[in-house]
Every structure is written in C-alpha cells, then in structure tokens.
C-alpha cells in the first residue's frame, strides 16, 4: 500500500528520519518527529504514528499519554527517500503545549470545500442513521441528481427577487447537493476544476 521499502534508514548514523505530520484534511503540517525501521512498521500495523524518541531512547506513539493519538491516513516518501510525509487524522491537539500544531497555528483548513468533501466521503464510507447525507446516498444517484435539480431550480427562482439571504442559503444548498452527487459518481470537484483548465488552456 506503503512505498516505505524505499526509506533509506542508513543514511544518518542513528538510523532515523524525520517523518513530517500534516493534517489529512487541512493540510496543515503538525509536527516532525522521527522514526526508525521499527517505529515505521509499528505505525503499519497498528494504524497510529510511532516515533523513536530520542529524548527517551525508545518508541513512542503519540498520545499514548494524552489520548491525542494521529491515526495513519497516507505516508509517502521524498525524491531522496530519506525523509517521510505522513497524513494523518488527529485526535485532539498535537502540541504538548495544547497548540494545535508545534508551531502554535489553528488547524483550520484554508480550503472549507475540501474539509466538505471529506466529510461527505465519511457519510459515504461510513454512514450513519443520523446523518443526512448519508441518508442520501442509500437513495441511490436518481434521487441525488434529483435533488440538484430542484435546489438548481430554487436558485433560479431566488434569483429573480430580491432576498440576498434566501438566494445564497439555495445557493448553498445546490453546491452541497452538487458535492454529493459528484461524491456518488466517484470524483471530487477538483475533477471538474481540471477540465474547466483544460478548457481555459
């Protein structure tokens, strides 16, 4: 799944790399630690990131304390393949300090369309009796592409009067239903953007 066979562990003298923490779903950088064959494979198997503390001299996954654990989403390795880059999905701050992040940044993600679409990959993945969208995918796409038309449809009728508020909230409304359906169909917006480049090209 992993590409982590092409880590060079030798390259340093104690056979550590650093392993850079971003946020899955912000993007935002969170940490760097560091990590050697044993920690890497710890982090494999179980699903959470392992360091190898070099203050302590042993493995360490983080929030094992806190509780504030970094569940393994994706890791890559560099051009040099001696550094990581790992995704992760975090549980709570990161800092010891109680930051969000080692550099005392909001982990906020600067794009909220991409934090939506993750979350409306979770309603799919992992649906939920509670949960609107979820309750939308189980209706199958002839019912999602149905409602992106009516709530087109109300933005068009809001278009024509003069209530900023109810314009925008259907606005809102058809661009969140447009979401799903993309979700349905297996691609994300940014599948869109791309051919709009293509065009503007």
Partial sequence: MYNYKQIDFQ??????????????ATHKVLMLGYMNQESLDKTLQEGKVTFFSRSKQRLWTKGEESGNFLTLVDLRVDCDNDTL???????????????????DEKNISNDFLSKLENVITERKNNPSDSSYTSKLFAKGINKIAQKVGEEAVEVVIEAKDDSEELFLNESADLLFHYLVLLSAKGYQLSDVLGVLQQRHK
């Fill in 85 to 103: 880059l790992i995704k992760v999905n975090p549980a709570g701050v990161v800092c010891h300090t109680g930051a969000d992040t080692c550099w």
């Fill in 11 to 24: 390259k340093s003298a104690d056979g550590l790399v650093p392993a850079i923490i971003q946020d899955a």
